[in-house]
């Protein structure tokens, strides 16, 4: 990504695109979104592969928002990023793919640990360090995104979809998890 990203930057400075001041920020720029991008496509490439496209865009639809703003263990590079990434999506859909549980037992799984995220409350991370009104913001953020995960998981038992409050527990059990996982390893 690096070699990339420089490659593009270069191009663009040497067009006279950019400035060299801003050489860093658009080099940052251009990073994170070919990792982004590399990541969205690999999630879906993995979605069409095992033939559920849409269980993994709900999957994104919970996951992304309250890692966020939730925050959680990071992992020091993003190749390891993009492989535990990888596995999580990968498990969470084989798992709903070939896997039954009980309505109340996922919707059970799915409140235990979204309670345990909001006890954990948004986790820092020290190379980004969060100011008391910036963790007020994640903290409410992150609340609105478990309210609203909420109401869903009660629709979802409601209407007896079981795969997708499954697919809803699966998710808050990883994200449970990093959140702990981040906690300890930043204290």
Known sequence: MDYISKRLTDYILNKGVIEEKDYDIYNYGFVCFLEVALSTLTSIIIALFLGMLRPCLFFFLIFIPMRSFGGGLHLSCYFACYIASCLILTVTLL??????????????????????????????????????????????????????????????????????????????????????AGKLAHR
């Open 95 to 180: 798992a709903v793919k070939y896997v039954t549980l009980p309505l109340f037992i996922s919707f059970s799984i799915y409140h235990f640990f979204a309670t345990l995220i909001l006890l954990t409350g948004p986790v820092d991370h020290p190379n980004r360090t969060v100011d008391d009104f910036e963790n007020n913001i994640f903290k409410k953020k992150t609340n609105i995104t478990i309210f609203v995960s909420t109401v869903i998981s009660i629709l979802l038992l409601f209407y007896k979809n079981n795969s997708y409050l499954m697919l809803e527990a699966i998710v808050f059990v990883f994200l449970g998890i990093t959140a702990i």
